[in-house]
């Protein structure tokens, strides 16, 4: 079964930077399309970005276009978020996510298979 593992949420004062990671448990995890979400308290989750199987296809939230980036390598089985230039309204649970599929189909959680328990962002001064 395939398990992920989110790390390196903080708190950390807006305009800020930091780095997730999600670690994956099988050598088939380059077979999957990845997604990173996101829920705040009180709000419904939402989906944030993805990359394709191979990482030649990103999308982002419009929110956070320019300044988080989605990367992976297959080889290390691990997929990254740099957040750069953090605003309080990022403050969330944040989750990666893997299709069964090679491709995103969009960000909505209900297309994602199989979860991490989230690793949680603070931005506030």
């Known amino acids: 079964q395939l398990v992920l593992v989110e790390s390196g949420g903080d708190l950390v004062q807006p305009g800020g930077s ?45 929110s956070v276009k320019g300044r988080f980036t989605i990367s992976r390598d297959n080889a290390k089985k691990m997929v990254y978020l740099q957040m750069n230039n953090l605003k309080p309204e990022d403050t969330a649970v944040y989750y990666c996510a893997a299709r069964r599929y090679s491709v995103c189909a969009g960000r909505s959680a209900r297309e994602y298979d199989y979860w991490g328990q989230g690793t949680q962002v603070t931005v506030s001064s």
């Open 18 to 62: 930091l780095r997730l990671s999600c670690a994956a448990s099988e050598v088939t995890f380059y077979y999957h399309a990845i997604g990173w979400f996101r829920q705040a308290p009180g709000k419904e989750r939402e989906g944030v970005s993805c990359i394709s199987d191979r990482g030649y296809v990103t999308d982002y939230e419009d």
